[in-house]
């Protein structure tokens, strides 16, 4: 789910929006010189025939990139760090039980 959010979800927020955008603003979607007009037939749905457009893909990719880039800089501001006075003591197996792992204060964590 982090990496859906951080990563995945900024990359394709713009594109998305942009589509958006497109399929839900009013009036006949315009049509590239030479192509197929809109209701005359030919081409596919609305979605084809916006496509056609100019795209403005180099603005969709670095913006894109942009929000991936500071999704992932607020994630490593905002991430907990660790004391740098605990150890952390992995996961055992103590009489019959798993034990899971914890951090301990240092002094502690080396008579384990």
Aim: charged share 15%; hydrophobic share 45%.
């Amino acid at each position: 789910m982090r990496v859906f959010l951080t990563v995945i979800l900024p990359l394709l927020a713009p594109s998305l929006l942009y589509l958006a955008w497109l399929l839900m603003r009013p009036g006949p979607a315009p049509h590239t010189q030479g192509g197929a007009a809109p209701g005359d037939g030919q081409g596919g749905g609305r979605l084809a025939r916006l496509m056609n457009e100019d795209v403005p893909w180099l603005t969709l990719v670095a913006t894109g990139a942009g929000l991936t880039f500071v999704a992932v800089t607020a994630m490593y501001v905002l991430q907990p760090t660790g004391r740098t006075d605990m150890e952390y003591v992995p996961p055992r197996y103590e009489d019959g039980k798993i034990i899971p792992g914890e951090f301990v204060p240092r002094e502690d964590a080396d008579g384990q």
